[in-house]
Each structure stands twice: as C-alpha cells, then as structure tokens.
C-alpha cells in the first residue's frame, strides 16, 4: 500500500505543474508579450516624427501599393476581430470570477484577458488609422511587428499544446480557453499570411530601388565591382541573391564594428574578441532572431514526448482516465515531432547562412586591414600568419553559429527537463539539478585548459604557416642550393612542437567527452537513487518519462564537448582576428596628396625624417629637403643601402614620418625594384583594371620591348604567368611592370632601379622611349645604379647615409663633392676596358646595321623541336586546380583508415560502442521491466535491487564508453601525424615544374584548411558514422521488441532514405569539391596582395583588389550555400520519413488489446522512438558529412602521388670526393622547355665551358640565359641532349651530389626570416671566423658590425629589413664560404652600385682564380674580362668566342652591344 508521504507527493506532482503552467507560463508569458506590444504601439504612434507630404507620397507610389492594400485591410479585419474577442472575454472572465474571491490564478487570468484587450484595440487602431497615413507609399509591414506575429503563433500554440497535457492529465480546461486557442492560431496564420505575401505582392517595392544611391557619386574606374548593382527586376530569390554578397554585407558590419571600436588616440581600432562578436551578431541579427524563434519551437516540441510518456503507459495500462485519449495522444506526439522537423531545418539552414555571411565579413574586413597594414605591423605578422586567420580562423568563427543560441538554450532545456521531472519525481529532480550542476562544473577546469591548448596550437600552426609559405616562395633557391631537405626538416620540427600541442587538446577533449557522455547516465543514477533514499515510489511510467527526458536532455550534454570546443577555438580566433584589426595602419595624413592640376609642384619634402623603425634614435633619412616640379625628371643615385629605395617610399606614405612635411600633387605609379606581378593573364597585368584602349595598349607594348616577347608565347598577351612571374624572365617581369605604369597614364612616376634586371640594349631602349619618349612631359624620380642615366635628369640627388650629400644637374655636381665623384669615378674605371674599341661613329654604324644579325636566328627548327612543336597548342603553364570526380573512392576511407597501426584500433573501436550500445538499452530495459506499472501493484524485484543492477550496468557502459574514446582520439592523432609527413615530404621532393604551374595558395590551402580537417574533425565524423549505425540499430531492436510489425514501415522507409542520401550526396560531393577548389584563389589573392600592397596602394588600385576579393569570396560561399540548402532538403524527408515510423508504432500500440504487451517495455519503445528522427538524420548526415571532409583526406593524398624528382644520391654512381677538379661543362644538342605543352626555351645548344676558365652569357632579356642555369642545377632536365661535367652526365647522378658541389648567386636574392648567420650559413657548417671573413670579401663585414647583435641580427620575412643590394651581397657571401669548382653568378651584381660591382669583381678574381666561373650580366663591364663570351638569342646560341675576337668582328651581336653600352654611357 502506498504511504501517506507518497500520497501527498502524488498529489503535489499534479496540483503544482498545472499551477505553474496555466499560472506562471501561460499568463504570465502571455500578457508580458502583448503589454510589450501595446507599448511599441504607443510610443511608435506617439513619438513618430512628422510623414512625409501626403502628396509628394502619391506622386512615388507605384502600382505594387493596390496590391498590398488589401493585405493591410485583412491585418485590419483580422486586429478588430481579435480585439472584439478579447474585450468579450475579459468581461466574461471577470463576470466568471467575480464570485469566487479572486484567487491567483483567476487574478492571472484577469491581467492576462486586460493586456490582450488592450494590446489588439491598440494595434487595431494603429493599422486603421496610422499605419499608412504618414506615407502613402507604404509598401510593407514594419519588421518587428511580423516579428511579433510570429511570436504571437508560438505563445498560441504552446497555450494549445499546454491545455491538452492538462486535459491528457485528466484536469478540466475551460470552453472559452480552446475558443481563445482556436481564434488565436487561425489569427496569427492569417496575419503572417498577410504579412508575407504582402510583401511579396509588391512589385513596385523598395527592391526595385538601387542597393546604392548612385545619384551621390558616380562609380569610379577603381571602384567595387558591385557598387552599381541593383534590385531591378528581381524576383524574391533573386533579391535574397544579390542581398547574400560581400559588397552588400562589408558596409553593415563595417558600420556595426566602427560604431563599437571607434579610433583610440593612436589611431588604432579598440577591437576586442566581444566587440567584434557584438557587431557580427547586430549585423546578423535579422538571422539570429529568426533561428532564435526556430530554437525556442523545436526545443518546446521536443519536450513534448517526454512530458506524455507517462500518460500514454497509463493508457497501455488501461487507466480509465484515459480510456479515450489514445487518439489525441498520438495526434500531440506526431504534430510535436512535425513542428520538431520543420523548425529544425529552417533553424539549421538560417545558421548555414549566417556562417557564411559571418565568414566573408571577417575575410573581407581582414584583407582591407592587411592592405592598409604599416611597415612595423607588417613585421609583427607574417602572411603565414595572415593566412591563417582567413583559412582558419574566420572558418571557426563562422561554424561557431551553430552554438549561438547555446547561452540561452542550454538553461531552458534543463529547466523544462526538471520541470518533467518535478511532474513524475517531486523533489528528487533537484538531485537531479545537483548532478547537472556538478556536471556542468566539473568542465570548468578542463575547459580553460583546453583554451589555452588551443591557443598554443594556433600559435604554432602561425610559426609553421609562415615557415612553409616562405619556403614555397623560394623552393627554386632552397633547390638550387640543395638546402630543400634541411628545410624539410625544420617544417617537420616546428609540426612536431605543434602535435605536442595537438595531443594534449586531443586527449582534453577525450576526457571531457567521456564525462559528458558519461552525464546522463550519471544524472540518472543520482536521480534514481534519491528516489529511493525518500522513498519516492518509481512507477514505469514515471521511470520513463523520466529516461525519456534524459535521452532528450543527452543531446545538450553530448553535445556540450563540441560547445565547449568550439566555444574557446572561436574566442581564441576572435581574439587574435581582434588582434590584428589592431595593428597600426599607414598613417592617411603623412602625405598630403593634392589633385591633379592644383599645384605646379610635383613633389615637395620639407624638413623630412622618416625611421623604417619609428624611431628618432634610428632615422633611415633626414634633413629631406627637395622640389620636384612638374614636368622635372629627378634620377636618385648611392651606394648601396644609402636609402634611395626608402627615400621613394617617404613620397608614396610608406616609411613612418617622424617630422616634416610631404606633398604631391597628382596621381602616382610606381615600379618596384623586386618586380610585382600577378598571377594572371600578361594583358590583365598591364591593364591593371584600366579599360582596354588598343591604340595606347599597342603604344604601350612598343614601349616596354614587350611585343616581341607576346609573339614567343604561346597565348601572347593571354599566356596566363605563374605565381610571382616563375614562367618570365627577370628582364620581362620589369617589362611588363613598366608597361604597366605607362598604361595608367599618372601625373608622376616613381621608378626603383628596373633598368638593373634587363640587358644593356634593353636598358637602354627602355630609358628612351619610356622616360625620355613617352614620359617626356611627365614628373619622374627614378633611382638607378647606372651612371650613364644621370645627364638627362634635370636634378640629381646623391643619397649617402640616409641624407642627401649633393642635389644639382649633372655637370653642377660633377666636381663639386666626393660622394659623386666616387660613383662617376667608378664608371670610368669601368669603361677604360673599351679603350680598344673605334670611336662612335664607327659604333653607329655597327648598331645601325643590327638588323642583319637578325638573320642568323632565322635558321629552321631542329627535328627535337619540330616533334615536340604539337604540344604547345595545350598550352598554358598554369592550369585548373585539378579535383577528383564521381564519388570518393572506397580506398580515400580504406586508406584512412589502416594509416593509423594498420587499422588495428577499428576493431577494438567498434566492439566497445557495441558493448556500450548494448549495457545502455540494458540498463532501460532493465528500469522499465523492473519497475511497476502503478503504484497499486508490486514489483518484481526489490527497489534496492533495482538501482544497484542498473548502477552497475550504468558503470560498465561508462568504461566501454572512456576505452572507445582512447582508441578514437589515438588513432585520429596518429593518422593526422603521418598524412602530414608523407604529404610535406612528396611537396618537397616534387620537381620544379610542379611549384611552377601549381600556386602556393593550392598547397597552403591542403597545409592549413585540409590538415586542420584532418587533425580535429575527420575521425570524429567517422566514429560518429559507426556509432550512430549502432544506436539506430539498437533503437530498432527495442522497438520491434514490442511491435515487430514496425519493420514493415521500417525497411522501407530506410531505403527511401537511403535513396536519398545517394542522391543527394552526387551533387553534395561535387559542392564541396568545388569549394576546396574555390578556396586556394582567395589564399593566392590573399598572399599576392599583401605582397604587393606597397604597389597596389601606390596605383590607389586598393578598392579594385577589394572588389576582386569579394568576387573570389562570393565564388567560394556560392557552392557552400548550395551545399547547405542541398543538406537541409535531405535532412527535412529523413525526419519527415522517420517521423512516419514513429507515427506507425504508436498507431499499432494503441490499438492493441489492453494487457497483451507489458506497458512498461511498450512504453521504452516508445521512449526510444522518439529519438528515432533525430538518430536517422544524425546518421545520414554524419554519412554526408564525412564524404564533404574526407575529400580533405583526397585532396591530400592526391599530393602524396606528385611525381619526384631524381634520386637525391646514388650509390651506384658514387662520385670522387673532389669531383668536379677540372670544372669543364659540355652542353650537346641540349633542348629544354619548362613543360611538356610549351615551346621550347633552349633549342639545340652545343657548346663548351673550360674548366678554370671565366664564361660570360649576355643576350637580350627572355633569350634563355638563365634557363640554361636552371638546367646545369636540373631545375629542368633536357627534353633532347646532355649535360657533362668533367665527362660525367649530370643526368645520372644523385640532385644533392651534383647541386652540392656547385655554386650560384641567383637573380632574385632572397634571405629568409632569422638571423645573418642563419642566412649566410643555413647549415651551420662554419665557424664565426669563416662567416666574419666572407661577410668583409663581399663588403658587408662593417654594416654586420654596426649592429648590436652582430650576426644574430635580425632577419624578418623575405629578408625585408635589407636592401636588394645587401640581400645580393649575402648571397655572395654563401658562395665564398661553399668555394667550389664551378660558380654561377646570375646577375649577381644587378642591384649594386658600380663602385661596389668593381669592388665584387675584384673579389671574385681573387676568391675564384682557377674556378669555372660562368656569369650572366647586363652589365657589359661585368663579362669584358671573361675568357669566353657566350651570347644568347631565342634558346639559340649565336655567337661563342672570346672577347678579343667579338670585338674585331664590328658586325657580330657583342661587339654591337659594347658599342651601344659605350655610346649610351659616354
């Protein structure tokens, strides 16, 4: 019998839900939300400003309005009826309650009745009357008054369902209330309708008017792309197209962000990781509202189940009280699983929105940051760095919109899952709220160790990001000097200082997950056990609603390790995007910048300082003092370092001013002394955005030299260039650089010593049909190491030491200070070599006569290039990012999944879920057997017995569950481990030719994007796939328990299903292939914009390279958003189609005979069947899921299949370890090209380069000078002919035994982020006595010393805080420490001065007497005193002899390039 404590605590449990729904929720939720509205109403009618004239209105209203009128008179009709409803039932209500003394709830009931009243009389008016009155060409209902409504449909049909679990519950609900609950629903339907369609209907709205006000201003050449787009004409999903791009998105968050961070006193934003979350959330607050609305009505619905389960074990029982409500409860159950589904969905694709809108803005808003970047900031952060902030970091913050709502969600499903549990177990829910709070807190402490793990990866990751982005920029110098290996294995250090990282997150994240996991079952035993300790009796149907309620509640808290994951990956990301939106930009007002036209001076700098380190103790210049008139050419000329290069950064705003004043008048263009170029179309880099025009594009070419170059490529002017010009010439990068000044037609142009990089005749073409033809009338500052450039400028600066030593014409300062007279002296030693050479007139002629040359390379092609001709029609270098097609193989999963041990973790894996799967229904199975059916009748064994069975069945599945989440995260870690090795020691053993037609942003992308997948998502998708198989397994198996007839509706719905799923997953699979595609374009963009920032400010092209971003990023959201709608179209039939089996079990268990299944197990089914919808999707998402992610796993492993390159030694042809002692190279019928569909470079060359002896290679730029350099090192081997040294063909040796006894100073120096010593000496094979020594022969041992750290001096990235000369003279240094046999110098003294060319020369003579030398230059003076002069046209050899001979010979090609050296530079 049961006890009077039981009795009370029965009656307790349905006399205090009831109160507290009808009373506190109902009323209470119900007037608060329409006092809100009948105050919006008022202070809107009230407080509104003065409308716009009635007429004036009339004159804009367009058709559309007709239309919309006649939804705003069925709002009307709809807001009067409900207003007259609601006055009726207040005074009924009143009437009814004034007899009974006013109780609380009849008082509750009164408020409510009044604030509804007043809240329909109020809005009813307001549309009659107001609304429409201010303007008549009211097109729309205001947005929150629609968001009102919905809200107004929600509270309706919660009211509905709480009246029918009353009424289930056996209590009375008044008539009036289900009239109320009648009128309301169909009233808010009817003006959501109104609402919606309304809006719809009007064709004439505001989506007709332009996105911008394009009467202001009119677009710019350089302005957005999007800047004019418009709504005309679109449709409603064209217009929610065009809302969902980066051009419409940037200025609404923009606003938002400006609006919270402002500009501190320095200038620099206030942004913090809160502000910069506030303003996503206000630019996305249409969206969070929305899915906010979806959250609240799915998580309501999904409680519904757990609150009727006891009612329906009460029917399976034959409770008399509900002997004829088995209808109506299955009815609440399917339309609560229907309203689940759909809410869910439309929740689930807002949030996809929001992800993607979320993600642009912040790439968008970091890639304006990082074109504004100052000097000093660009410093603090690497593009490593940068990279990973747009490719990871925006990506976390953007998945972070799946866990928004989390704050408020989390607390509202554990308050209405203990207020289930207060109904079926009175007070032994609040041991229940006990254990959730200790859950809850018990992952405090991990959680803040897992941030700081997380913290600490990312910091590593940046370290390795930058690392790996500037080798892949220099992999030819690291492969030249056979260096590739050694930096392999500093990538793979800093990755293992990384997966130290990684592990501890990873094994974190595994103890966390088990305690969650571990959470419901924990909950439930306390719960339970409480129930004993007080003797409150545990019926079955109490004992399942109760179970019920924790498998509902275990989503929030399964889910809580992802929360809680992604809740500190997305703060540390928005702290450090917060980080950098930080950095301290270019300051705007360094340099006034004036139209053009407004002044007669060009350029004028009064009193200027500058500091490259912001620094009045270390000044790069000062006391600047100049005038540049418009029209005045103004040559800058010094030694190197002396800063002529800073000195045109001061005038374009580059260099921190610390005092002074700049100003320039008119529009800029500015060349680069390290040539920019885009990897894009050669016509698309001249144009630079500019429209074509033909006739000056054509002039343009002449100009530059470039038209014959166009007609050697096999695309001409649409020949796309590889990353950083790899497929040009050093000459025609600069070509096409000049080019592309000259088309922008600016006021003034800055030139940065571009005449270095190309040869003497080139040089000198250029000199005079650009600066002194085309730019004739223009203002020019150009900087040149070339002396015989200097007469016709009209002023000359001589730069020395950061000041300017002497300013004046030519002839002024010829003698009139030291500094000058040192270059000019130089030059002259320089030209005493011609003293053997005839006079100019003699010169003339020779130069005259040039065309005859011309005829020698018209020979006929050789029979290996007539072969090979066909294949360049296929043509261009750089091709489509290749992606796999058709579904993901079977072997991308097979291989996964062995990497890790062999597989031999899957099996241990698997048997544990299923052990776990199984101890888990045991458990349940054994609450609801165990338990009584009521109270009334004794159960089958003991209550004692009952918790310590299902305790120590809750025990063994919460070790099944810890072991499996071991084996997962160890195997994970070691599959992540070895794709990363294997993928970076296959990129580093690729050939050339792989880095030279593949973007770094394509391997970027697969080091970050693809990597990061690997490490942290990948296996968990795939252990989700084999754990939800088994929990929908074991759901079907208790349910056909009861009702085997279930698998009717079952097989088949589940392949539908699976019909689905396969149809889905085609297009699915091809969307996120293209995204992966889409990717790779925005980090290239990325790293070549932030490259050339210098230059893309300089033209002002800043709002051009913006738009193209947008474009790239619209490009890559597209595919994703498809994706997203794509997965939601397949999830909303999964749940639709599950719900029907659900739907199908009730519907039988209700029909059968009373007393022929225990209501007990039939109840469990059911329990079980509730989660059957979401366990259905979560696995045929999950199966989605993980074929979008492993295609990182493909993209992957499609690099671990890159041809290699030749073995890097070979024992069998083991070497002598003084080979090369002669140093003599045979070059036979050599043929090279740089890829099987291009033409060839070198064509057929014989020729012999004795050993001891110095060789100099001249030919015009783009003649194969440094093709046949790259082919000597095996950059590319001959496609037809040999190379021997010393007898040896190169082609059968080891890479590293050939490229380690050879030398080479390259064309582009680079130093790369470290120290001197670090960069002079890489492999640490010297003593400081060596390094000193090598550092004073290639005259940088006194700047070494005047830094205090000597050489641990600081080296940034690209080796930026040294000038292009000292970066050369380095390089120089490496070739004196290495001293072997054969040395090349590929324009090793381009970016000097001649002084220091001289000083160099003689150097060399000392260093390298006895030593193959073979120099390419353009500077004639540097091959005069070759022994052999080689010269190069088209990949031909035309001339081979010695200097002596070529000079005799007035009409061979050298001795008319000395003759044109000599006659320009005299």
């Keep these: 019998m049961p006890t009077a404590a039981a009795t009370a605590a029965s009656a307790l449990v349905r006399s205090l839900p009831c109160f507290f729904l009808r009373t506190v929720f109902l009323h209470g939720a119900s007037a608060g939300a329409h006092l809100l509205l009948a105050l919006a109403v008022s202070g809107r009618w009230l407080f509104a400003g003065p409308g716009k004239d009635g007429d004036i209105a009339v004159g804009r209203a367009t058709n559309g309005v007709g239309g919309f009128r006649r939804y705003v008179g069925a709002a009307r009709c709809t807001a009067w009826a409900m207003a007259a409803f609601d006055l009726l039932l207040a005074a009924y209500s009143s009437y009814l309650d004034s007899g009974t003394g006013w109780p609380l709830d009849a008082l509750a009931d009164q408020a409510d009745a009044a604030a509804r009243a007043a809240a329909w009389l109020l809005l009813a008016a307001y549309l009659q009357f107001e609304f ?138 206030e942004v913090t990781a809160f502000k910069l979350a506030k303003a996503l959330v206000r630019t996305l607050r249409w969206h969070v509202a929305v899915t906010a609305l979806c959250a609240l009505v799915y998580n309501v619905a999904t409680y519904v189940g757990p609150y009727l389960i006891d009612s329906l074990v009460r029917y399976l029982n034959g409770d008399e009280r509900y ?29 996809q929105q929001a992800r993607i809108r979320g993600r642009s803005a912040l790439v968008a808003v970091v890639y304006e940051k990082g074109l504004a970047l100052s000097s000093r900031s660009r410093q603090v952060r690497s593009s490593g760095e940068m990279i990973n902030i747009i490719s990871v970091d925006a990506d976390r913050v953007g998945n972070f919109s799946w866990y928004i709502h989390d704050l408020w969600l989390v607390p509202l499903q554990v308050g209405m899952a203990l207020f289930i549990l207060y109904s079926t177990l009175v007070l032994a829910s609040l041991a229940a709220l006990g254990a959730t709070v200790v859950v809850m807190l018990l992952n405090v402490p991990p959680g803040k160790v897992q941030e700081k793990f997380q913290r600490k990866l990312m910091e590593c990751k940046d370290v390795r990001m930058k690392a790996t982005s500037e080798i892949l920029r220099n992999m030819k110098i690291l492969k030249l000097q056979a260096w590739e290996m050694k930096f392999l294995s500093k990538i793979i250090g800093l990755r293992k200082t990384e997966t130290n990282w990684l592990k501890k997150y990873l094994y974190t994240s595994t103890m966390v997950t088990f305690v969650l996991w571990s959470a419901p079952t924990f909950i439930a035993v306390v719960t339970f056990g409480a129930c004993m300790l007080m003797g409150i009796p545990l019926e079955s149907g109490k004992v399942l609603s109760a179970l019920a309620t924790f498998r509902v509640l275990q989503e929030p808290i399964y889910s809580l390790p992802d929360r809680i994951s992604a809740t500190i990956q997305t703060k540390v990301s928005l702290d450090r995007i917060a980080s950098f939106l930080c950095l301290e930009e270019l300051p705007t007002d360094a340099v006034q910048r004036l139209p053009s036209g407004i002044s007669d001076m060009a350029i004028e700098v009064s009193n200027g300082c500058f500091s490259w380190e912001a620094s009045p103790e270390l000044p790069t210049l000062k006391d600047l003092n100049f005038q540049v008139w418009q029209g005045m050419h103004v040559a800058l000329c010094g030694t190197v370092s002396s800063g002529k290069s800073s000195l045109l950064s001061c005038i374009l705003g580059e260099v921190p001013k610390l005092s002074g004043m700049v100003r320039t008048c008119g529009t800029m263009a500015y060349v680069t002394q390290s040539a920019w170029i885009q990897s894009c179309k050669v016509q698309e880099n001249i144009l630079f955005g500019r429209q074509m025009d033909i006739e000056k594009y054509d002039k343009v070419l002449e100009s530059s030299l470039l038209k014959k170059d166009l007609e050697n490529f096999p695309f001409g002017d649409q020949t796309v260039i590889g990353e950083q010009g790899i497929n040009l010439s050093g000459g025609q990068k600069q070509r096409i650089q000049i080019a592309r000044a000259l088309y922008q037609d600016a006021d003034v142009y ?61 002839n002024e300062i010829l003698g009139s200070g030291q500094e000058f007279m040192e270059l000019v002296g130089a030059h002259q ?29 018209s020979r006929s092609l050789s029979s290996a290039e007539k072969e090979h001709i066909g294949n360049v029609e296929s043509g261009q270098l750089v091709q489509e990012e290749e992606r796999e097609r058709g579904r993901v193989g079977f072997w991308v999963y097979w291989k996964y999944l062995t990497l890790a041990y062999g597989g031999a973790l899957v099996p241990f894996m698997l048997s544990a879920q299923i052990l776990f799967e199984a101890l888990h229904i045991a458990s349940n199975y054994w609450m609801a057997w165990a338990a009584p059916v009521s109270k009334n ?88 796939i084999a754990f939800s198989i088994i929990q929908l397994v074991g759901t079907v198996a208790v349910m056909s328990q009861v009702a085997w007839q279930v698998f009717a509706v079952f097989i088949p719905v589940i392949a539908v299903c699976f019909w689905y799923q396969r149809y889905y997953i085609d297009t699915a699979r091809e969307l996120q292939r293209l995204v992966g595609v889409c990717k790779a374009p925005i980090i290239q963009h990325f790293v070549e914009s932030i490259s050339g920032s210098t230059t893309i400010r300089s033209f002002c092209k800043e709002n051009q390279f913006i738009s193209t971003n947008s474009m790239l990023m619209d490009t890559y959201s597209r595919p994703k958003f498809y994706n997203a709608g794509a997965m939601e179209w397949l999830c909303f039939r999964m749940d639709m189609l599950s719900s029907l089996t659900f739907a199908f079990c009730l519907v039988f268990l209700i029909n059968l005979p009373t007393g022929l299944i225990n209501p007990g197990l039939a109840g469990l089914a059911v329990t079980y069947g509730l989660n059957l919808n979401i366990m259905q999707v979560t696995l045929v998402s999950s199966m989605c899921n993980l074929e979008n992610k492993i295609i990182s796993v493909e993209r992957i492993l499609q690099y671990l299949q890159i041809s290699e390159e030749p073995p890097l ?154 000038s292009m000369g000292q970066r050369q003279l380095v390089c120089l240094g490496m070739v004196i420490l290495k001293r072997t046999k054969i040395l090349v110098l590929d324009e090793a003294t381009a970016s000097v001065d001649t002084a220091t060319d001289n000083l160099i020369q003689r150097t060399l003579r000392q260093q390298f007497s006895g030593v193959t030398v073979i120099t390419i230059a353009h500077r004639i003076t540097s091959v005069l005193d070759s022994d052999i002069v080689l010269l190069l046209d088209n990949g031909l050899a035309v001339e081979h002899e010695t200097p002596a001979k070529l000079l005799e010979d007035r009409s061979s090609r050298f001795s008319q390039l000395v003759a044109e050296y000599k006659m320009r530079s005299t």
């Design 750 to 810: 800055l030139f940065d010593d571009p005449f270095s990089a190309v040869d003497a005749h080139t040089g000198s073409h250029l000199f005079k049909e650009c600066l002194l033809g085309a730019l004739a009338s223009k203002t020019v500052v150009y900087v040149t190491h070339q002396v015989e450039f200097l007469p016709a400028a009209d002023l000359i600066l001589v730069i020395k030491d950061g000041r300017i030593a002497q300013a004046g014409r030519y």
């Design 323 to 351: 002997a004829t409500k088995g209808q109506l409860l299955v009815l609440t159950f399917v339309a609560a699983k229907v309203f689940e589904c759909l809410s869910q969905q439309h929740s689930c694709f807002r949030l």
């Design 1209 to 1362: 030694s070979t024992p069998e042809n083991k070497l002598t370890h003084n080979w090369p002692s002669e140093g003599e190279i045979q070059l036979n019928n050599l043929h090279v090209k740089y890829a099987p569909q291009l033409p060839f470079i070198l064509k057929g060359l014989t020729v012999t380069f004795p050993g001891g002896m110095k060789t100099g290679i001249v030919g015009r730029t783009g003649s194969g000078k440094s093709t046949l350099i790259q082919s000597l090192f095996r950059i590319m081997d001959p496609t037809v002919g040999q190379i021997l040294v010393d007898g040896v063909d190169i082609c059968t040796i080891g890479l590293h035994d050939l490229r380690s006894r050879l030398s080479i100073i390259p064309q582009e120096p680079t130093m790369f982020e470290g120290t001197v010593r670090n960069n002079i000496d890489p492999l640490g094979e010297y003593t400081d006595n060596q390094i000193w020594e090598a550092l004073d022969h290639c005259q940088l041992g006194d700047e070494v010393r005047k830094k205090d750290l000597k050489l641990d001096s600081l080296v940034i990235e690209n080796g930026e805080n040294w």
């Design 132 to 269: 429409g009155r201010r303007r008549r060409d009211e097109k729309r209902f205001p947005a929150p008054l629609k968001l009102w409504w919905a809200l107004f449909l929600l509270i309706s049909l919660l009211t509905a369902a709480v009246h029918a679990a009353t009424s289930l519950d056996g209590l009375p609900v008044p008539a009036h209330s289900w009239a109320l609950d009648f009128l309301s629903v169909l009233a808010a339907v009817l003006l959501l309708v109104a609402g919606s369609l309304g809006e719809r209907g009007t064709g004439g709205s505001a989506s007709e008017e332009p996105l911008l006000d394009l009467t202001s201003e009119p677009a710019g050449e350089n302005s957005s792309a999007y800047a004019g787009s418009t709504f005309t004409g679109a449709g409603f999903l064209s217009a929610l197209t065009i809302a969902d791009n980066v051009a419409g998105l940037l200025p609404s968050f923009k606003t938002n962000l400006d609006a919270l961070t402002g500009n501190g006193t320095t200038g620099r934003r």
């Design 937 to 1024: 009748i004794e159960g089958p064994v003991s209550m004692s017995r009952l918790i310590y069975v299902y305790v120590t069945l809750a025990l063994g599945s919460s070790l099944c569950l810890l072991v499996r989440a071991l084996f997962l995260v160890s195997a994970a870690y070691r599959a992540a481990t070895l794709l990363f090795n294997k993928m970076h020691v296959s990129i580093f053993r690729a050939p050339m030719s792989f880095f030279d037609s593949t973007p770094s942003g394509r391997i970027l992308n697969r080091a970050s994007t693809d990597q990061s997948q690997v490490d942290t998502s990948i296996a968990n998708k795939m252990g989700s």
């Design 829 to 857: 030693d320089a030209l005493a070599a011609f003293d053997a050479i005839d006079g100019a007139n003699g010169a003339n002629e020779a130069f005259a006569s040039g065309g005859t040359a011309t005829a020698i390379l």
